[in-house]
């Protein structure tokens, strides 16, 4: 059996591989950081685009955030057309299993910069400001500013903070100088004359530019064209940031991930869902609305029968209860509560599954952000897959796997 | 009109539930529960809104 410890986040510039032709990642297989000269070696010049014609990239490529929400870029431009906003990326990345934001900054960050100042000259937006949690991701973009004339309008925040502090409108808030927690009212960031999205759009939408709508649709699927990038690890011998074609089968991800005989998956991140390691499930946003899951932040994560999933589980969901940021009561009561029920179903205590049910019902969409919704569906997709072992744990005493904590959590770098 | 809870200030007091029994109950740990957002905006539920020791409560046009 092929298995490696989930800890592919101790390296995040560590391996990056593709399945088809690599748009985002190209250059990355044969150098470690793309400079301003290796990146234009790469990927050429930036056409120029003004705002008519990004928006009609755009509406062709129907081009959403890679952050997790999903949010169709061209309505955030819409939305802010003749306000000069600030362009914001957010490269917080704080899913613990996810590097791929923080892969493109460090070693490609002139595509991300690329595609944040054209919809910052395309908005006639004074500034932007790249927003990250690590040092290293920091520095690699303040050296990328460095070597390229439009630069000077290019400012490095390096803010700290937890799993919801990279929460779009926490960061904002962060940004004004404010606390880094979500807001109580209903507000977005564009409310703030702000265009906030994750890294990868960015760098998304700077292949976009170049290739133009036709040859960007070449790959992936019909209502989602493109590729995406996907963070795997857990129980494979190939963990990475990996780029492919949205639509592409689990199946061919999971063989070219060396994935031994993985029998679970986790999709989308501690906010996403658990689903059977079944081939045909199509990673793309439909496909995997259609298994019930969310293609999310973008985390891809293999389980197989070396450890005790339900072991895992229970030390991403005391994860998580520990993550809440305490403002909103539900969540502040709820996910403990729920954190507990999980450790008492791995103890084999009778009914602790439906009293966790009970409990991920109670605080789904009872917060000012979606913590408490994403654990919730994260739990109860969780459990509604491990009967088998729930069964075991509850009249054998177990399972007899030890926990491996494939399921990587934080110590991110 | 729509009634929303700002979770962030709701201290879960429970005047909402005590004014609105009909139409808000308590959680375990006291927190509102609310059975449907779409009201009419009558008297006991501007009250209600009024009452919220934590101005957590709200009346919005939607």
């Given at each position: 059996m092929t298995t490696t410890m989930g800890r592919l986040a101790a390296d995040p510039a560590s391996a990056t591989w593709t399945i088809g032709a690599a748009r985002v990642l190209a250059g990355l297989d044969r150098n470690a950081v793309l400079d301003a000269r290796t990146h234009l070696d790469t990927h050429g010049p930036l056409p120029a685009a003004d705002l008519g014609r990004l928006l009609g990239l755009l509406d062709a490529s129907g081009l959403t955030g890679r952050g997790g929400a999903g949010f169709p870029l061209a309505a955030k431009l819409r939305a802010l057309r003749g306000q000069r906003p600030t362009v914001v990326v957010n490269g917080s990345e704080s899913e613990p299993a996810s590097v791929k934001d923080r892969v493109l900054l460090r070693r490609t960050p002139h595509l991300v910069l690329d595609g944040a100042l054209a919809v910052a000259v395309a908005l006639r937006g004074r500034r932007v400001t790249v927003a990250v949690h690590d040092a290293a991701a920091a520095a690699a973009v303040r050296t990328a500013a460095a070597q390229r004339p439009d630069g000077n309008r290019v400012r490095v925040e390096l803010v700290s903070g937890g799993f919801v502090a990279g929460e779009a409108r926490a960061l904002v808030r962060a940004l004004d100088g404010g606390p880094a927690l979500p807001p109580g009212?209903?507000?977005?960031?564009t409310d703030h004359g702000v265009l906030l999205a994750n890294a990868e759009t960015f760098a998304q939408l700077a292949v976009l530019i170049r290739l133009g709508r036709h040859r960007f649709a070449d790959t992936g699927t019909r209502t989602e064209p493109g590729t995406t990038l996907l963070t795997v690890g857990g129980a494979v011998g190939r963990p990475g940031v990996v780029e492919l074609p949205l639509g592409t089968p689990l199946g061919i991800v999971l063989a070219a991930a060396q994935a031994g005989q993985p029998r679970l998956v986790v999709a989308g991140g501690y906010h996403g869902s658990w689903h059977p390691?079944?081939?045909?499930?199509?990673?793309?946003r439909s496909g995997l609305a259609a298994a019930g899951g969310t293609l999310g932040a973008g985390v891809l994560l293999v389980l197989d029968d070396s450890t005790c999933a339900l072991g895992e589980l229970a030390r991403v969901t005391a994860w998580l209860a520990a993550e809440?940021?305490?403002?909103c009561g539900p969540c502040r009561f709820g996910l403990p509560a729920l954190a507990r029920d999980v450790q008492a179903l791995c103890q084999g205590h009778p009914g602790a599954a439906e009293i966790a049910l009970r409990h991920a019902r109670a605080v789904?969409?009872?917060?000012?952000?979606?913590h408490p919704d994403g654990t919730a569906r994260f739990v109860t997709s969780a459990l509604h897959l491990l009967q088998d072992e729930t069964y075991l744990h509850l009249h054998h005493g177990g399972c007899g796997r030890p926990v491996l904590g494939l399921l990587p959590i934080g110590g991110r770098p | 009109m729509t009634l929303e809870i700002d979770w962030t200030r709701c201290d879960g007091h429970g005047l909402c539930a005590a004014l609105l029994p009909d139409r808000i109950s308590r959680d375990e740990w006291g927190f509102p529960v609310l059975h449907g957002t779409k009201l009419p905006p009558d008297t006991a539920v501007r009250r209600a809104v009024a009452a919220c020791p934590a101005l957590a409560l709200r009346l919005t046009r939607t």
């Open positions: 009212r209903r507000e977005h960031a390691a079944v081939p045909a499930i199509e990673l793309s809440s940021a305490g403002q789904d969409g009872r917060g000012a952000c979606r | -």
